[in-house]
Structure formats: structure tokens, C-alpha cells
């Protein structure tokens, strides 16, 4: 099984940049489907990116398009979000995880998601 942990959360000002990483422990973890998620307290785990097997395809978010970046390196077993122009509105807990059912069509529900790291917290002030 493969076990996910995310770092690069924080603080930050509207306007600024974070990046996040996903690092995957355990079995192979080039083969499938990457996503981020995020979510605030009494809403649902919402979509914000992912991206296939090979890096080939991105999907996002229509929130988030033009200001977010996801990219994986199957070599280093890591997934990066890359945000720019954040906004106050962006603000939730962000997960990475892994659609052990998919390599290359991306799903934006949650429920295809198999695997789930932790998540880090992701404050923008404004």
C-alpha cells in the first residue's frame, strides 16, 4: 500500500505563493491518477487539481485555473501544487491522493480517490 504525506502548508498574504508537496511512500507510485483536494470545516472535499499517470494530462479547478500548478516527479515519488495569486477564499485544508483505478482519465470526485494523506493547513490572510 501506498502511503502519502503532504508538506508546504502555512500562512501566507493574499497574493502570495505556496507550494505544496506530496510525498508517496510504499509500493509503486508512477502507474495512477494524482489529485488535490481541499477542505474547510462543515463543506465537502472539493476538486482543485490532477494530473495522470505521466504528467501528460491537468485538470483544474475553474477556481483555481491560471493561478495553480500541479506536477508530479515519479523518480522522486512526489506531487507539487504550486499556488500563485492566492486569495482568502482559498484558505482549507489541502489532501493529496491517489485514484488507484486511473492512469490517465482524471475524476474530480472524491470518491474515486482511494488513498489520502493527512493534509496541511493553508491560511491566507487577507
Known amino acids: 500500500q501506498v502511503q502519502l504525506v503532504e508538506s508546504g502548508g502555512g500562512l501566507v498574504q493574499a497574493g502570495g505563493s505556496l507550494r505544496l508537496s506530496c510525498a508517496a511512500s510504499?509500493?509503486?507510485?508512477?502507474?495512477?491518477?494524482m489529485g488535490w483536494f481541499r477542505q474547510v470545516p462543515g463543506k465537502e472535499r472539493e476538486f482543485v487539481a490532477a494530473?495522470?499517470?505521466?504528467?501528460?494530462?491537468?485538470v483544474y479547478a475553474d477556481s483555481v485555473k491560471g493561478r495553480f500548478t500541479i506536477s508530479r516527479d515519479n523518480a522522486k515519488r512526489t506531487v507539487a501544487l504550486q499556488m500563485n495569486s492566492l486569495k482568502p477564499e482559498d484558505t482549507a485544508v489541502y489532501f493529496c491522493?491517489?485514484?488507484?483505478?486511473?492512469?490517465?482519465?482524471?475524476?474530480?470526485?472524491?470518491?474515486?480517490?482511494?488513498?489520502w494523506g493527512q493534509g496541511t493547513q493553508v491560511t491566507v490572510s487577507s
Open positions: 510504499g509500493r509503486t507510485f508512477s502507474n495512477y491518477v
Open positions: 494530473i495522470s499517470w505521466n504528467g501528460g494530462i491537468t
Open positions: 491522493a491517489e485514484d488507484q483505478n486511473r492512469r490517465t482519465a482524471v475524476e474530480k470526485s472524491s470518491y474515486e480517490y482511494d488513498v
